[in-house]
């Protein structure tokens, strides 16, 4: 990075007719979409949030350092947690839409299937005949309606995580969850099993949580001050998840299936109006790229009223002046867009697409976290998909009451994210501190590794917890030891999830939004292909010994979280999209 001092680095205000360049930026953007290096603020220099580096044909723009409103991070505390606030009742409602059909979905597929019986019997034949036809059903309606459901929101994140980098957070936000109110009322008013199943891969599609979440609380957040709030926005779901089945057992009982769905479409609804009126644009690119904006038709019209106060006529095309979002602290810079051609937009929509899979196969800590990750959290639909039959199977509780023993997975997510929120931050903290003391640097950088501890925790908690979880159904144990395996369950994935989420957030910056979008569709995928895998191992193995295999593979995938937190800094140096500098 250079140095501030040297000659033609000082930067000067941007005023008269170096501000009057602003009139004939020329918009140019770098394909690769690569950080540059890019000079570091001059501490003398006077709080304008725009600058000229190194000559007057290039200009930096970034947040005044000394605060500045339209800067996230500088947002007030409260207005901050509302935004969190608003974020996790998005994504209970998410999970709760998602959740919501499991145990009702036999009864789903049953009243649409009904004016086309021979449809429903073929597809029945194809499995084993030798399951009791409740059984198929039963497993058949979930993997159906619940599996779509994740195939659209494993192909959503790669259209919204790049559009919110393209066109800011707000708009994406808001488009996609207007969809999926839409898609809510088409599977509520559906008639048929097909166009049911149309309307849950398109609502799956819509989904905006799980991919805009932890970027917007790092927009928001510094590194230090994170843990908490991505604890809150993971805690929402896994609590959505947990009571949706209870729920929605006791609406149907009462009402119908459809009603639990009309009950989806209105809290969707009544969310997207709190998004409309209380969520603004946190994207910094986003943000600087308007600003150059104002100050750019604040330009013209400066050149105009000198001109008019001189007496002279306007000057024509002016000297193209080049304009770049700086981003010191992530270690690069962006340059803003302003080109409007629709091919050019179709060519940059295109790279943006494709660059988390760019992002998840060119950085392999992120490929191995997530396929760690992916399989944990695949264990919350195993569970899902398994506990209605075992319940009623071997331990002859009924519908309503097999939708309230979910709440014991969010009984375990509770305590485990209570904990994270209490100690995720203060374990980055004194690790940090430790590395200040240990390297007698008082100003020593934290370490996106930091983060990693309790995932080690929850790694080695999740095979244990899963294998006493087969083992109690296969023996017809207490149901309270079945529900304990459950909820120590839920804890092992959200001591998983909840520092991994924040690591990538830490780790990539910029690119954050990509690396979670490639993290979320590894896990989308996995859950919507890894529970299919129980049913022929509970039929050919039973419960013990088919658990018993998700159990070796999370323990074979386990020790991974221990060698990224030992050499995770160092293989992070091997990705372009990694910063190599660490975080202050």
């Known amino acids: 990075m250079a140095n501030d001092n040297d000659g033609d680095n000082v930067r000067q205000p941007l005023i008269g007719a170096d501000r009057a360049k602003l009139i004939s930026y020329d918009g140019s953007l770098d394909s690769s979409g690569s950080p540059q290096p890019t000079p570091s603020p001059s501490p003398g220099s006077p709080a304008s949030s725009i600058t000229v580096v190194n000559s007057p044909k290039e200009v930096s723009l970034d947040f005044d350092p000394n605060g500045d409103p339209e800067n996230p991070q500088d947002w007030p505390l409260a207005f901050k947690w509302s935004i969190v606030l608003l974020l996790s009742m998005l994504g209970f409602i998410t999970t709760f839409t998602c959740i919501s059909i499991v145990p009702l979905a036999t009864t789903i597929v049953d009243d649409l299937s009904s004016s086309s019986p021979s449809s429903i019997s073929a597809f029945l034949n194809k499995l084993d005949v030798n399951q009791p036809l409740s059984t198929m059903r039963t497993t058949a309606s979930t993997v159906l309606l619940v599996t779509i459901w994740e195939l659209g929101e494993a192909a959503g994140p790669l259209l919204i995580a790049p559009l919110s980098e393209?066109?800011?957070?707000?708009?994406?936000?808001?488009?996609?969850?207007?969809?999926?109110?839409?898609?809510?009322?088409?599977?509520?008013?559906?008639?048929?099993?097909?166009?049911?199943?149309?309307?849950?891969?398109?609502?799956?599609?819509?989904?905006?949580?799980?991919?805009?979440?932890?970027?917007?609380?790092?927009?928001?957040?510094?590194?230090?001050?994170?843990?908490?709030?991505?604890?809150?926005?993971?805690?929402?779901?896994?609590?959505?998840?947990?009571?949706?089945?209870?729920?929605?057992?006791?609406?149907?009982?009462?009402?119908?299936?459809?009603?639990?769905?009309?009950?989806?479409?209105?809290?969707?609804?009544?969310?997207?109006?709190?998004?409309?009126?209380?969520?603004?644009?946190?994207?910094?690119?986003?943000?600087?790229?308007?600003?150059?904006?104002?100050?750019?038709?604040?330009?013209?019209?400066?050149?105009?009223?000198?001109?008019?106060?001189?007496?002279?006529?306007?000057?024509?095309?002016?000297?193209?002046?080049?304009?770049?979002?700086?981003?010191?602290?992530?270690?690069?810079?962006?340059?803003?867009?302003?080109?409007?051609?629709?091919?050019?937009?179709?060519?940059?929509?295109?790279?943006?697409?494709?660059?988390?899979?760019?992002?998840?196969?060119?950085?392999?800590?992120?490929?191995?976290?997530?396929?760690?990750?992916?399989?944990?959290?695949?264990?919350?639909?195993?569970?899902?998909?398994?506990?209605?039959?075992?319940?009623?199977?071997?331990?002859?509780?009924?519908s309503v009451q097999t939708g309230w023993c979910f709440v014991s997975f969010t009984l375990g997510s509770l305590l485990a994210v209570w904990f994270c929120e209490t100690a995720l931050d203060k374990i980055y903290v004194s690790l940090r501190d430790t590395h200040r003391i240990k390297s007698n640097d008082p100003r020593a950088a934290g370490k996106p590794e930091y983060r990693l501890p309790m995932t080690v925790v929850g790694a080695f908690i999740c095979p244990l917890s899963i294998g006493v979880y087969g083992w109690t159904a296969e023996l017809h144990g207490p149901l309270s030891l079945l529900l304990f395996s459950v909820a120590v369950t839920g804890a092992g994935v959200v001591f998983t999830i909840v520092p991994v989420l924040s690591y990538i957030v830490d780790a990539f910056g910029l690119y954050s939004a990509s690396a979670i979008t490639g993290n979320i569709v590894t896990r989308c995928l996995m859950s919507t292909f890894l529970p299919l895998a129980a049913g022929p191992l509970i039929d050919n193995y039973g419960y013990g010994w088919g658990f018993m295999a998700f159990s070796v593979l999370s323990l074979v995938l386990a020790p991974i979280s221990v060698i990224i937190l030992r050499y995770g800094e160092k293989w992070r140096r091997w990705s372009k999209y990694t910063r190599a500098s660490e975080l202050a």
């Open 166 to 398: 393209l066109h800011g957070r707000y708009v994406v936000m808001n488009i996609a969850n207007i969809m999926l109110i839409l898609c809510t009322v088409l599977a509520a008013t559906a008639t048929s099993v097909p166009t049911f199943t149309l309307a849950r891969a398109l609502t799956g599609l819509s989904v905006t949580a799980n991919v805009l979440n932890p970027p917007i609380i790092g927009d928001m957040f510094p590194p230090e001050k994170r843990g908490s709030a991505v604890s809150m926005v993971f805690l929402a779901p896994m609590i959505g998840g947990a009571v949706a089945p209870g729920i929605a057992t006791t609406i149907a009982d009462r009402f119908s299936w459809r009603a639990v769905i009309w009950l989806a479409v209105a809290l969707a609804s009544i969310c997207e109006v709190f998004i409309l009126l209380r969520f603004k644009e946190t994207y910094r690119p986003v943000i600087l790229r308007r600003r150059a904006e104002r100050e750019r038709k604040e330009a013209r019209l400066q050149a105009k009223s000198m001109a008019a106060e001189d007496g002279e006529e306007e000057e024509g095309d002016m000297e193209p002046v080049r304009l770049v979002l700086t981003n010191d602290a992530e270690g690069g810079e962006i340059e803003p867009d302003a080109t409007h051609d629709f091919w050019t937009e179709m060519k940059k929509l295109r790279e943006v697409v494709v660059r988390p899979l760019h992002v998840l196969w060119g950085s392999v800590v992120l490929t191995a976290l997530c396929m760690m990750a992916a399989v944990l959290f695949s264990y919350y639909y195993v569970i899902s998909v398994t506990l209605p039959a075992i319940l009623k199977e071997r331990y002859s509780l009924n």
